[in-house]
């Protein structure tokens, strides 16, 4: 059973976006599909069994799933709770383990040094002003030596149009990313287009970025 973490009023646009998104994942098939992103799983080399990984804004668990197939101790959350309960179905189907949570970005704990990896996956809700919050809790969570993964779209992927948000400022630049992990040792940054077949969410080709960077 998905845990529940809540301590504060939802502010009116959360709670607006929280429908919004209710009625995306209420459908019942799986709105970005059931397979892993193709950054993410590009990496699967790099993951050590056992250790710990934090997926953020999870949607209905098909990277965190994913993680725990890989054999490591997975927590997720996402504040949508009808897309957690498909990634417990997924799970469940998958024959892993995964600590679901329901919970607002920040109202997670982003325990200091808790984790090996962070997934950070079309996390592109964030606005300019939730990005500046967040990275930063994003780092602090890590260990000393643990990864981000990070996959997103660029700001180019407006001419597409195959996914992501029309907000113009929660789109990546190459510049942007370097500016948010510039406390970290980056240890790869890639700009490309591809065609990227993850649900009907994700469908087409499109305008990507990935970013490895390692805590100090």
């Known amino acids: 059973m998905a845990e529940q973490h809540s301590d504060r009023a939802v502010p009116r646009s959360l709670e607006q976006a929280l429908i919004r998104w209710e009625s995306r994942f209420s459908v019942g098939e799986y709105l970005f599909g059931e397979r892993p992103n193709a950054y993410l799983a590009s990496k699967a080399g790099l993951l050590a069994k056992g250790s710990r990984a934090l997926s953020i804004a999870d949607g209905e668990g098909r990277n965190s799933v994913w993680l725990a197939q890989q054999g490591l101790r997975v927590d997720a959350f996402d504040f949508s709770p009808t897309a957690v309960a498909k990634a417990e179905r997924l799970a469940l189907s998958r ?3 995964v600590g679901f949570n329901v919970c607002e970005t920040f109202a997670w704990p982003w325990e200091p040094a808790a984790y090996d ?23 602090q969570t890590l260990k000393p030596g643990g990864m981000l993964i990070l996959q997103g779209y660029r700001t180019e992927q ?7 948000p029309p907000e113009h400022d929660h789109l990546y630049t190459e510049e942007l990313v370097r500016g948010l992990l510039q406390d970290m040792d980056l240890l790869e940054l890639r ?3 591809e065609h990227v077949d993850e649900g009907k969410g994700h469908s087409g080709m499109s305008a990507l970025i990935g970013a490895l960077a390692r805590k100090r």
């Open 95 to 97: 024959g892993v383990r």
């Open 117 to 139: 990896l962070v997934a950070a996956i079309f996390i592109q809700f964030a606005s300019p002003e939730v990005r500046a919050k967040l990275f930063p809790l994003i780092a």
């Open 158 to 164: 407006l001419q597409y149009g195959t996914g992501g």
């Open 191 to 193: 700009c490309y287009d």
